[in-house]
T-cell receptor
Framework: DSGVTQTPKHLITATGQRVTLRCSPR?????VYWYQQSLDQGLQFLIQ???????AKGNILERFSAQQFPDLHSELNLSSLELGDSALYFC?????????????FGQGTRLTVV | DQQVKQNSPSLSVQEGRISILNCDYT??????FLWYKKYPAEGPTFLIS?????DKNEDGRFTVFLNKSAKHLSLHIVPSQPGDSAVYFC??????????????FGQGTTLQVKP
């Protein structure tokens, strides 16, 4: 158990809909990362928050947004969903925000868009 | 643009033998490298890391080698055990103008260790 909790574990929704994925980081971790893993692909970095503020952005679509709340949990909002958004979405957390820190990953949310 | 590449999608070895997983990178600004292991239905788990100031780091059965001139790193598992069967991801990070710990991942190599 990494200590990172993601909910829900599975989500099936229709095209055009909006969903929210939730992540609770490990106790004491200030940094939260979101990654997307599509079929047979590596993990693609989406966005990072550190202590409530956006720290880095990857190739995150404009239809996607995220935030980190004062209690440090984070949510990833995906809207106007398309079939191609079907993927595993991982949240990770680390104590610090910078390089060289090993991030701990949650079990992921498997999103299926039908 | 795939900055971190794992060119072997899969690898099969016999229990007790050595497993060697390879990873190449293109961005010379990367200065910290990590290996993660992933079992089905679980998130990636950190395995071992290496800074660019080193060429080797060892942790039990796991050793990572870094060849900066070739922009290549490898993970050696000796001896391999059936429980090592998983997907192994190579990842890299760098100190850019913004202080971030984001990781750039390879596509992964599926290791199967046969009893």
């Amino acid at each position: 158990d990494s200590g990172v909790t993601q909910t829900p574990k599975h989500l099936i929704t229709a095209t055009g809909q909006r969903v929210t994925l939730r992540c609770s980081p490990r106790s004491g971790d200030l940094s939260v990362y979101w990654y997307q893993q599509s079929l047979d692909q590596g993990l693609q970095f989406l966005i990072q928050y550190y202590n409530g503020e956006e720290r880095a952005k990857g190739n995150i679509l404009e239809r996607f947004s995220a935030q980190q709340f004062p209690d440090l949990h984070s949510e990833l909002n995906l809207s106007s969903l398309e079939l191609g958004d079907s993927a595993l979405y991982f949240c990770a957390s680390s104590v610090e925000a910078d390089r060289g820190t090993e991030a701990f990953f949650g079990q992921g949310t498997r999103l299926t868009v039908v | 643009d795939q900055q971190v590449k794992q060119n072997s999608p899969s690898l099969s070895v016999q229990e007790g033998r050595i497993s060697i997983l390879n990873c190449d990178y293109t961005n010379s600004m990367f200065d910290y490298f990590l290996w993660y292991k992933k079992y089905p239905a679980e998130g990636p788990t950190f395995l071992i890391s290496i800074s660019s100031i080193k060429d080797k780091n060892e942790d039990g059965r796991f050793t990572v080698f870094l060849n900066k001139s070739a922009k290549h790193l490898s993970l050696h598992i000796v001896p391999s055990q059936p429980g090592d069967s998983a997907v192994y991801f190579c990842a890299a990070s760098f100190y850019g103008s913004s202080n971030t710990g984001k990781l750039i991942f390879g596509q992964g190599t599926t290791l199967q260790v046969k009893p």
